[in-house]
């Protein structure tokens, strides 16, 4: 015979071990269902990923292929102490002529040369139209308006400054416009104003007044 007490301690086990493997099989439940969603998570920000970096990629090369028309934009102004570089003494020219040469980068062709006439502020702007990536291109004064003010500097470096990319494969985050380094013509003449307008700068030219 049994004893009451040995079967309500039977019965207790027996609906704990239900209970716990109940419990067991909701958390292995639980488990697959948040590895299944994590899964999925991950898989949809992949895609999703993945799906943003080719339409960037996509509209990068379609605005390439569209980057045919550049604007260039600078100023010409007459240097009065004969150091190619804007003191308060300088003076921007109106009705300067420039022009732009573009030379092939093998040959040294010319391939492009177009022409620009400063305004009343001194400024020039021009259009240009194709891809140049093959092509040097630079910016050279052509005439000046002021015959007291017509000398052209040949020192390299200042040609190398008026260098101007013509191309979208150049990294450029200005898009389509292009400022060029003032360019200017010189006096034949320091002014004597000249060796103050250094001193307020804290330079020491090489120039003889």
Known sequence: CI????????????????ST????????????????N????KAIFFFV????????????????????SFKIQGSVYCDTCRVQFVTRLSKFLEGAKVKLE??????GTVALTKEAVTDKSGSYTMEVTGD??????????????????????QDAYLRNAAKVSLTANDGIVSHETRIVNP???MVKTPSAECPAAFKELGIVPDVTF
């Not at 004893?3 to 239900?18: G, R």
């Not at 990923?49 to 045919?68: R, W």
């Not at 573009?102 to 040959?107: E, F, I, Y």
């Open 183 to 185: 360019l200017g013509f």
């Open 21 to 36: 493997k109940k419990t067991f099989q909701k958390e292995k439940k639980d488990k697959s269902c948040n590895i299944f």
């Open 38 to 41: 994590q899964m999925a998570t």
């Open 132 to 153: 140049h990536e093959e092509e040097v291109c630079e910016l050279v004064l052509l005439q000046s308006p002021d015959s007291a003010c017509s000398d052209v500097s």
């Open 102 to 107: 573009c030379r092939s980068r093998t040959n």
């Open 49 to 68: 990923s993945a799906l943003c970096l080719s339409s960037l990629a996509g509209k990068a090369m379609a605005d390439a292929d569209d980057f045919d």
């Open 3 to 18: 004893k009451p007490n040995f079967v309500a301690l039977v019965n207790k086990l027996s609906s704990s071990l239900i």
